[in-house]
């Protein structure tokens, strides 16, 4: 079983979350703080790709991206993500696609 070296592959401690009464994640709070600022950063400026990012960061990226006016193949080729992932995180976030 291969073990990454930690001193060389660093792995971001977990951001602390909110859990609600049944001890599921609550996505909406902090509505818009990601959870690890610094790799949200990169790939919001399209340095680093979105699979390097947890889930809910993802979903942020989308959405200020979607904000932006970006379409879902903008958004794709952005984020080094597909054009059916972004366009799935995108319908879970009950956003209306742009046009093209």
Same mark, same amino acid.
């Given at each position: 079983?291969? =073990?990454?070296?930690?001193?060389?592959?660093? %792995?971001?401690?977990?951001?602390? %979350?909110?859990?609600? #009464? !049944? @001890? $599921?994640?609550?996505?909406?709070?902090?509505?818009?703080?990601?959870?690890?600022?610094?790799?949200? $950063?990169?790939?919001?400026? @399209?340095? &680093?790709?979105? &699979?390097?990012? =947890? =889930?809910?960061? $993802?979903? !942020?990226? %989308? $959405?200020?991206?979607?904000?932006? @006016?970006?379409?879902? %193949?903008?958004? #794709?080729?952005? *984020?080094?993500? *597909?054009?059916? =992932? *972004?366009?799935?995180?995108?319908?879970?976030?009950?956003?209306?696609?742009?046009?093209?």
């Amino acid at each position: 079983m291969y =073990t990454p070296d930690r001193a060389r592959c660093p %792995v971001p401690a977990p951001a602390k %979350v909110r859990r609600d #009464a !049944l @001890g $599921r994640r609550d996505w909406s709070y902090p509505a818009d703080q990601p959870d690890h600022p610094e790799q949200y $950063r990169l790939a919001l400026e @399209g340095r &680093e790709p979105a &699979e390097a990012l =947890t =889930t809910r960061d $993802r979903r !942020l990226l %989308v $959405r200020a991206l979607w904000k932006n @006016g970006l379409p879902d %193949v903008a958004i #794709a080729a952005h *984020t080094a993500m *597909t054009l059916a =992932t *972004t366009a799935r995180i995108r319908d879970a976030l009950e956003l209306a696609p742009h046009p093209n």
